[in-house]
C-alpha cells in the first residue's frame, strides 16, 4: 500500500499543475475523427474469488499507458450520444500478494465515450489481449506463464481544458490462459483507476 | 522461445507492415466531378462598370440543422467572391457598409452541408482492427462523406434578382493510423472551394448583368479588368489526390 500511496501522491501533485494549465487555455473539448488520445493511468487491483476453489488473494499497482483513436464523430442524438474510438493499451501489475511477482500485457482497446455532458464525459470500454505474468505456476489457480488479460469497466473524463481530461474509473479484470494449459481457473479482480489524457 | 512461437517471415511480414503503416499513403481525398459542367468562365469588363457588392446573409445547414456560419467560411466566400474582380469592393453585413443610395449588388447565400461520417461502420471496423492487434489495419479504411449544396441569389440594384445553384461532394479514405483532423478538415474546404468555384462560374456568365451601362465617353480609352473564377485546382475528372505527411500537424 505504500507503493499506492506514492503513486496517489504523484497524481495528486500533477493535477494542480494541469488545472494551472487549465486557465491558460480554456475551452471546449473538441474530439473529432482523427484525434489521438494518450494516456497514463494507476490504479490498485484487488481479487475476486469466485470460487472455493479460488484461494489466492493477488493484488498489486497496476499502470496502463494507453494510445486512442477517434474514429467517429459523435453518433446518434439524446443521453447517449458519443464517439467510438479505439486503441491499444500496456498493462502492467505489479503482484504484491502473494508473492512480489509481475504481469505485463498488450491489449487491444474499445472505447465509447458519451460526449452530452460537454466538460464531464462518461464513457465504457472493452480491452483483451496476450498477458504475461510469472505469478502463473506459484498459484493453484494458473499453470502458465502466458495467458490472457480481458478487462471492462467504465470511467469518467473531466476536461481539464479542451486537450487535457482527468480520468476516474472501474475495470473488471480478468486473467486465463484460455485453457491451453491446465489449471486454468482464472484470476478475478476489480481495478479502481485514475489518470490523466491528453488529446492532439 | 520466441523463434519457437513465431517464425521469421511472420516476425518480417509484421515488421513490414508496420513500416508500411507508417510511411505509405494512409489517407487521401476523392473529390466528385462538380454538377456544373460548365467551362470555365472569363470576361473582360470596364473597371468603372464594376458596383459593390454586399455580402448580406449566409445561412449554413448541417445535415438539415441550421448552425451559425463559422468565420472562416465567411472569408472564404468574401475571398472567392473578391478574386472574381466582377465587383470593385467587397462589403460584408455587419461591417463597414455601401451608402444607401450607392448602387450595388446584394448577395444571399445558403449552404447545405451533408455529413456522413460512417460512423456505424468505422465502429464495426475498429472493432475488427483492434481484435487483428491491429496487424489488418493497413488494410481496412476507414471513410468519411461531405457534400455541400450551395444556392446563391444576387439581387441587383434596380431589384432584379438571378439565383445560382451548386453542389458537390467529396470522401476521406484513410487507414487507422493516418486518421487526423486535417484530413476532414481538407475534405471540407476541397468541397467547399469546388461548390463556390462552380457557384462563381456561373456568376460571371452572366456578368453584364451585375454591371452598370457604359459611363465612359466614347471618346475615352476605357480601363478594363479581366473578370474569372481563381481555381485552387484543375477541375474536370474526379481527382483521386494523396495527402503527403508533410500536411500534418
Same mark, same amino acid.
Given at each position: 500500500?505504500?507503493?499506492?500511496?506514492?503513486?496517489?501522491? *504523484?497524481?495528486?501533485?500533477?493535477?494542480?499543475?494541469?488545472?494551472?494549465?487549465?486557465?491558460?487555455?480554456?475551452?471546449?473539448? %473538441?474530439? %473529432?475523427?482523427?484525434?489521438? /488520445?494518450?494516456? !497514463?493511468? *494507476?490504479?490498485?487491483?484487488?481479487?475476486?474469488?469466485?470460487?472455493?476453489?479460488?484461494?489466492?488473494?493477488?493484488?498489486?499497482?497496476?499502470?496502463?499507458?494507453?494510445?486512442?483513436?477517434?474514429?467517429?464523430?459523435?453518433?446518434?442524438?439524446?443521453?447517449?450520444?458519443?464517439?467510438?474510438?479505439?486503441?491499444?493499451?500496456?498493462?502492467?501489475?505489479?503482484?504484491?500478494?502473494?508473492?512480489?511477482?509481475?504481469? !505485463?500485457?498488450?491489449?487491444?482497446?474499445?472505447?465509447?465515450?458519451?460526449?452530452?455532458?460537454?466538460?464531464?464525459?462518461?464513457?465504457? /470500454?472493452?480491452?483483451?489481449?496476450?498477458?504475461?505474468?510469472?505469478?502463473?505456476?506459484?498459484?493453484? /489457480? /494458473?499453470?502458465?506463464?502466458?495467458?490472457?488479460?480481458?478487462?471492462?469497466?467504465?470511467?469518467?473524463?473531466?476536461?481539464?481544458?479542451?486537450?487535457?481530461?482527468?480520468?476516474?474509473?472501474?475495470?473488471?479484470?480478468?486473467?486465463?490462459?484460455?485453457?491451453?494449459?491446465?489449471?486454468?481457473?482464472?484470476?478475478? *479482480?476489480?481495478?479502481?483507476?485514475?489518470?490523466?489524457?491528453?488529446?492532439? | 522461445?520466441?523463434?519457437?512461437?513465431?517464425?521469421?517471415?511472420?516476425?518480417?511480414?509484421?515488421?513490414?507492415?508496420?513500416?508500411?503503416?507508417?510511411?505509405?499513403? @494512409?489517407?487521401?481525398?476523392?473529390?466528385?466531378?462538380?454538377?456544373?459542367?460548365?467551362?470555365?468562365?472569363?470576361?473582360?469588363?470596364?473597371?468603372?462598370?464594376?458596383?459593390?457588392?454586399?455580402?448580406?446573409?449566409?445561412?449554413?445547414?448541417?445535415?438539415?440543422?441550421?448552425?451559425?456560419?463559422?468565420?472562416?467560411?465567411?472569408?472564404?466566400?468574401?475571398?472567392?467572391?473578391? @478574386?472574381?474582380?466582377?465587383?470593385?469592393?467587397?462589403?460584408?453585413?455587419?461591417?463597414?457598409?455601401?451608402?444607401?443610395?450607392?448602387?450595388?449588388?446584394?448577395?444571399?447565400?445558403?449552404?447545405?452541408?451533408?455529413?456522413?461520417?460512417?460512423?456505424?461502420?468505422?465502429?464495426?471496423?475498429?472493432?475488427?482492427?483492434?481484435? @487483428?492487434?491491429?496487424?489488418?489495419?493497413?488494410?481496412?479504411?476507414?471513410?468519411?462523406?461531405?457534400?455541400?449544396?450551395?444556392?446563391? #441569389?444576387?439581387?441587383?440594384?434596380?431589384?432584379?434578382?438571378?439565383?445560382?445553384?451548386?453542389?458537390?461532394?467529396?470522401?476521406?479514405?484513410?487507414?487507422?493510423?493516418?486518421?487526423?483532423? #486535417?484530413?476532414?478538415?481538407?475534405?471540407?474546404?476541397?468541397?467547399?472551394?469546388?461548390?463556390?468555384?462552380?457557384?462563381?462560374?456561373?456568376?460571371?456568365?452572366?456578368?453584364?448583368?451585375?454591371?452598370?451601362?457604359?459611363?465612359?465617353?466614347?471618346?475615352?480609352?476605357?480601363?478594363?479588368?479581366?473578370?474569372?473564377?481563381?481555381?485552387?485546382?484543375?477541375?474536370?475528372?474526379?481527382?483521386?489526390?494523396?495527402?503527403?505527411?508533410?500536411?500534418?500537424?
Amino acid at each position: 500500500m505504500p507503493f499506492l500511496a506514492r503513486i496517489l501522491t *504523484a497524481l495528486a501533485l500533477m493535477s494542480p499543475l494541469i488545472t494551472a494549465y487549465s486557465h491558460a487555455a480554456d475551452g471546449s473539448p %473538441t474530439i %473529432t475523427v482523427g484525434t489521438q /488520445e494518450v494516456g !497514463l493511468t *494507476a490504479g490498485y487491483m484487488l481479487p475476486h474469488r469466485l470460487t472455493r476453489d479460488h484461494t489466492t488473494k493477488q493484488q498489486g499497482v497496476a499502470f496502463m499507458p494507453s494510445w486512442m483513436m477517434t474514429i467517429t464523430d459523435p453518433i446518434s442524438d439524446g443521453w447517449f450520444r458519443g464517439q467510438v474510438s479505439i486503441g491499444a493499451e500496456m498493462v502492467y501489475i505489479q503482484f504484491q500478494e502473494p508473492f512480489l511477482t509481475h504481469g !505485463l500485457g498488450f491489449t487491444p482497446k474499445i472505447k465509447y465515450t458519451f460526449v452530452g455532458l460537454d466538460r464531464i464525459r462518461p464513457y465504457a /470500454e472493452f480491452a483483451g489481449g496476450p498477458f504475461w505474468t510469472d505469478l502463473a505456476g506459484k498459484i493453484p /489457480e /494458473e499453470s502458465s506463464r502466458f495467458n490472457f488479460v480481458l478487462t471492462a469497466g467504465f470511467g469518467v473524463s473531466y476536461f481539464l481544458t479542451d486537450r487535457a481530461a482527468l480520468n476516474i474509473g472501474y475495470r473488471f479484470h480478468h486473467i486465463s490462459n484460455a485453457g491451453t494449459r491446465y489449471p486454468n481457473l482464472g484470476l478475478n *479482480a476489480s481495478l479502481p483507476f485514475g489518470g490523466f489524457s491528453f488529446f492532439f | 522461445m520466441m523463434s519457437q512461437i513465431f517464425s521469421r517471415p511472420l516476425i518480417g511480414s509484421v515488421l513490414a507492415m508496420t513500416l508500411g503503416m507508417g510511411t505509405g499513403c @494512409s489517407h487521401w481525398i476523392d473529390l466528385a466531378a462538380p454538377t456544373d459542367t460548365a467551362l470555365p468562365a472569363s470576361a473582360t469588363v470596364a473597371t468603372d462598370a464594376r458596383v459593390p457588392l454586399l455580402l448580406e446573409t449566409i445561412r449554413v445547414t448541417h445535415n438539415g440543422s441550421s448552425i451559425a456560419p463559422p468565420a472562416i467560411l465567411e472569408r472564404q466566400v468574401l475571398g472567392a467572391i473578391e @478574386s472574381t474582380r466582377l465587383f470593385s469592393q467587397h462589403y460584408q453585413s455587419g461591417y463597414t457598409q455601401p451608402t444607401g443610395n450607392q448602387v450595388r449588388v446584394t448577395v444571399r447565400l445558403s449552404i447545405d452541408n451533408l455529413v456522413e461520417p460512417h460512423a456505424g461502420q468505422a465502429a464495426w471496423r475498429g472493432l475488427l482492427v483492434g481484435a @487483428s492487434m491491429f496487424t489488418l489495419a493497413p488494410f481496412i479504411p476507414l471513410h468519411y462523406d461531405y457534400g455541400s449544396q450551395m444556392s446563391l #441569389e444576387m439581387e441587383r440594384w434596380d431589384g432584379q434578382t438571378k439565383h445560382y445553384t451548386s453542389t458537390s461532394n467529396g470522401s476521406a479514405h484513410y487507414y487507422l493510423f493516418g486518421a487526423n483532423p #486535417e484530413v476532414i478538415e481538407q475534405l471540407k474546404g476541397q468541397v467547399t472551394e469546388a461548390c463556390l468555384s462552380s457557384l462563381l462560374n456561373q456568376v460571371i456568365q452572366d456578368s453584364p448583368f451585375f454591371l452598370t451601362g457604359s459611363t465612359q465617353p466614347q471618346d475615352h480609352p476605357i480601363r478594363t479588368v479581366s473578370v474569372g473564377v481563381r481555381r485552387s485546382s484543375p477541375r474536370a475528372t474526379p481527382i483521386s489526390q494523396p495527402i503527403t505527411d508533410s500536411s500534418r500537424r
